[in-house]
DNA sequence: AGCACGCCGACT
DNA sequence: GTCGGCGTGCTC
């Protein structure tokens, strides 16, 4: 009976599914919808569940679909999403060839995705009522309510509470019971009582004077080697953006974000530091999201995820260790933080610094072609003088668990000194290969192995179990050879386990610390190590979680061994990474008065990868990585994207792959410029966790052709009978082909 | 992604 | 005779 009145608008939604379009719904009853409700949440019915979906637009041209259903209920009063966070979100969607309702997915903190309201964030605070002021003599004195009566001769909020005055939450209500305290809401802080900095060097001081002059979108590479003063920076231009009344985000790697760091800001700035990693609850995560929306919090520390954070009033964005690739996820919306970053910033006009000692190659050639603005810093803070880089030629010496007698050596005049030692292995476990020294097996792990390509287990535990870096499956180590009952199984090669051991016998007068993910499984199990190390002698074993983060004022050597497999690795971007780690780890030592030392050991002293790094520095092997890149037409000078396909058996992913090639094929008959596909092929690594992988490589020398060719193609590969087969995804600027 | 439906093997 | 394996199809 109502067929002729004029469509009444409904709701468009995006949900958190791998489908790609959006879902009609009419607006739950009684309510009708407008283009104000884009951005809102709604529950709704899905088949035989519920969803929360987001509206994405409003549909007042289009028939209603049959088996139209109504939306149950309005889960937001205003829009969640809106304004720039909003856009660049459908920015990220259409970059990565996601749907809207999963790329949504990923950036809401998941309270919120799951239909949470947003929840308070007031800050509380207690302080005295006027009866209280005039009646505080009749507390007796030095009971705990008195005591409290006095703290609260100022308003305190709940958070100083908690760190200044213990158990405070039973005299308080005790106080309040009798009218002489209050709770009040308190306003956030905007501006705090900013701290004096220590001064700055004239780089530093002319790297604040660059970013004063930035008006708008500019993104700046503050390249600084380590000790440099990078964070100094970092917090002058947070200072200057918060007394401008503009909010402040820093993103950091994920083992960046330590307590440490957080303290140095909360005493510089003077605001809360609101932080965001991965051991925080959802409801603090939440929390954190909303007073960022409503503008409460001013300044937002945070790892790759925060870079979700909504900034109504965003006046800088900081990212810490730029080059580092825990910013790209790896699963699912396989975004890159910094890049995301780069886009908001952009969006909200606002400069972006990114700062690191060794620039990703990416960012060092947008620095060369004038894209970013390059701030170079040379010189060390302070009177800390640059460690001496020095090449342990290790061929025909005898080895004692990979190590050297002249390491071994240098490790004892450095604890003898009083120093403090570093061994950096980039190997966990005890030994990487099981062997039978009678036939020739060894353990394999029977997830991640096909004949082709055997992955072998680890042994852990001092040679008690097996363990597979790929998947985490374990077994205890057998009691013989499975193959030929023999007795002879030997550890081949050496881990950081192996490596402690030896130290721990060799120099049992001081402590032997490891540091790796089986030792630091605990969030704050890193810091508990380097406290309880202090200042005195001792050592250091550990893999990359070593090579950044903590200060250790007292470090004077630095030993790195094992690198000689990375110095021929396969993978193009494996010499970028591995500079960068030996430039991080060198920077380890010698941070105070004292001068460093820095010891490579390897089999291959004429490397022209280490000569390069010893004589030149990053900056002379990046500019030759980037010369080799450029013939070689890779990165940055031509742009990647990773079509991968995995499942129980090996066929099926190689069939999808296929037949998205021969779509891609098509795609590409009418396009111009060139684009090339390679594959598919197995993955490198064919087999992981029990699933068979392959992947179909595109590469293009501009981006524009790639994305147009991918939009094209990717509805089809979601109807493909192929695809019901298999996991697939497609990752844009993969950061490793594995 | 869920969650149904739908046909073929070892169990109370 | 059923419980349950995962192939196939759909979700406004």
Redesign the pocket.
Same mark, same amino acid.
């Given at each position: 009976m109502d067929s002729h009145r004029t469509s009444p608008g409904l709701l468009q939604l995006a949900l958190p *599914?791998? *489908?790609p379009? *959006?879902?009609?719904?009419r607006p739950p009853a009684g309510s009708s919808a407008c283009t104000g409700d884009i951005g809102r949440r709604v529950k709704? $019915?899905?088949?035989?569940?519920e969803l929360v979906g987001v509206v994405a637009a409003i549909n007042t041209e289009q028939a209603p679909?049959p088996? *139209?259903?109504d939306a149950l209920a309005w889960l937001d009063e205003a829009p969640l999403l809106s304004g720039e966070l909003w856009g660049s979100l459908h920015w990220l969607a259409r970059y990565t060839h996601a749907p809207l309702g999963e790329v949504l997915a990923t950036a809401l903190p998941s309270l919120l995705r799951h239909g949470e309201p947003l929840p308070d964030t007031t800050t509380w605070a207690w302080q005295l009522t006027a009866a209280g002021r005039a009646s505080m003599e009749t507390l007796r004195t030095g009971s705990r309510p008195r005591q409290l009566a006095e703290f609260l001769t100022t308003p305190r909020d709940e958070d100083t509470l908690a760190h200044r005055f213990e158990g405070w939450r039973t005299p308080a209500r005790a106080l309040m019971k009798r009218g002489l305290a209050e709770r009040i809401a308190l306003p956030a802080p905007r501006n705090g009582d900013l701290a004096e900095g220590p001064i700055l060097n004239p780089e530093q001081s002319a790297a604040i004077t660059a970013l004063r002059e930035i008006n708008g979108f500019a993104t700046v590479l503050l390249d600084g080697i380590t000790g440099s003063g990078k964070t100094e920076v970092y917090l002058q231009a947070i200072a200057d953006c918060l007394k401008r009344g503009r909010q402040a985000l820093v993103l950091v790697p994920e083992i960046g974000l330590t307590p440490q760091t957080l303290a140095r800001f909360r005493a510089r700035l003077g605001v809360p530091i609101h932080a965001l990693h991965s051991s925080l609850s959802d409801t603090a995560r939440a929390r954190v999201w909303a007073a960022a929306q409503r503008g409460q919090a001013r300044v937002i520390v945070g790892t790759r995820s925060a870079v979700f954070t909504p900034l109504p009033e965003a006046g800088l964005i900081v990212i810490d260790e730029e080059h580092d690739t825990s910013y790209k996820q790896q699963d699912g919306i396989r975004y890159h933080a910094r890049d995301f970053a780069l886009v908001r910033g952009k969006a909200l006009d606002i400069p972006v610094l990114l700062g690191s000692a060794t620039p990703s190659l990416e960012s060092l050639h947008n620095a060369n072609t004038g894209r970013y603005q390059h701030l170079r810093l040379h010189q060390r803070a302070g009177s800390a003088t640059p460690p001496e880089v020095r090449i342990l030629d290790i061929r025909k010496r005898p080895l004692d668990a990979g190590l050297s007698p002249e390491l071994m050596a240098a490790i004892r005049a450095a604890l003898d000194a009083g120093g403090q030692v570093l061994v950096f292995k980039n190997r966990r476990g005890y030994a990487p290969v099981l062997l039978c020294h009678d036939c020739g097996w060894s353990a394999h792990c029977p997830r991640c192995s096909t004949p082709e390509h055997p992955s072998p287990m680890t042994v852990h535990s001092a040679g008690r179990r097996l363990q597979c870096h790929h998947c985490g499956y374990r077994q205890p180590v057998p009691p013989a050879c499975p193959d030929c009952a023999s007795l002879a199984l030997e550890p081949q090669g050496n881990g950081t386990e192996r490596i402690e051991e030896l130290l721990t016998t060799r120099f049992a007068d001081v402590p032997v610390l490891r540091i790796d993910r089986s030792s630091t499984r605990r969030k704050d199990a890193l810091e508990q190590h380097f406290a309880a190390l202090g200042e005195r002698p001792g050592i250091l074993v550990g893999t990359q979680m070593l090579a950044k983060g903590h200060d250790l004022p007292n470090l004077t050597l630095a030993c790195v061994v094992g690198i000689d497999e990375g110095l021929f690795s396969a993978d193009f971007r494996s010499r970028e990474k591995l500079a960068q780690l030996l430039i991080q780890v060198a920077g380890r030592a010698g941070r105070a008065e004292r001068a460093g030392k820095v010891l490579l050991q390897t089999h291959h002293p004429d490397h022209p990868l280490l000569l390069t790094l010893i004589d030149g520095g990053y900056h002379v092997f990046a500019a030759e990585e980037l010369r080799e890149r450029a013939a070689a037409s890779f990165p940055p000078f031509t742009h990647l994207a990773l079509l991968r396909a995995q499942g129980p058996h090996a066929e099926p992913p190689m069939r999808f792959l296929t037949a998205a090639r021969e779509h891609l094929r098509t795609a590409l008959q009418n396009m111009r410029g060139p684009l090339h596909l390679h594959g598919p092929a197995p993955a490198p690594m064919p087999k992981r966790a029990g699933l068979y992988r392959a992947q179909l490589l595109l590469d293009a020398p501009r981006r524009g052709p790639l994305h147009i060719a991918l939009a094209q193609v990717i509805p089809a590969l979601h109807a493909l $009978?192929e695809a019901?087969?298999v996991?697939w995804s497609l990752d844009i600027d993969p950061v490793d082909l594995y």
């Open positions: *599914l791998p *489908l379009r *959006l879902f009609d719904y709704v $019915p899905f088949g035989k569940r679909v088996g *139209l259903r $009978p019901r087969r996991r």
